[in-house]
């Protein structure tokens, strides 16, 4: 059976809104849910940088590891809980590119959207797990 491990940002509001909904949908455990701002987390394990991590959605298929990135791995994860006819459209050509365009613009605004910004207009993600140590 295949496992789809996501890194996700448990402080983004709206990352956290949508891995709720995957958790209530993944009832055969396919999914194994790694939060990237959890103290116990150490990025060097995944092959990827923290600011890596956080600068596009990452994944990797278990149990071969094969990393998996952007709107895949939504794909996956979706898949995973049973909506592969839905998955299979995403891959359609055009809208395939146009919504890797899209994950894209929104990666690279994900923290202005979601109120992650100073009032000067910096944004940063903070590696909590430095802070916490």
Do not use: K, W
């Amino acid at each position: 059976m295949e496992v789809v491990e996501v890194y996700y940002d448990g402080q983004c509001p709206l990352c956290m809104r949508e891995i709720r909904f995957l958790r209530t949908l993944d009832r055969r455990g396919r999914i194994r849910f790694t939060d990237l701002t959890a103290s116990e987390f150490a990025s060097a394990s995944t092959g990827f940088s923290h600011d890596e991590l956080m600068a596009t959605i990452r994944g990797r298929l278990l149990p071969s590891g094969e990393p998996i990135e952007g709107v895949e791995v939504f794909r996956r994860l979706y898949a995973a809980v049973g909506f592969s006819p839905l998955v299979a459209i995403t891959r359609l050509p055009g809208l395939r590119e146009l919504l890797d365009v899209g994950y894209r613009a929104f990666a690279r605004n994900r923290l202005r959207l979601t109120g992650r910004c100073e009032p000067d207009g910096i944004c940063r993600a903070e590696d909590v797990r430095s802070v916490a140590s």
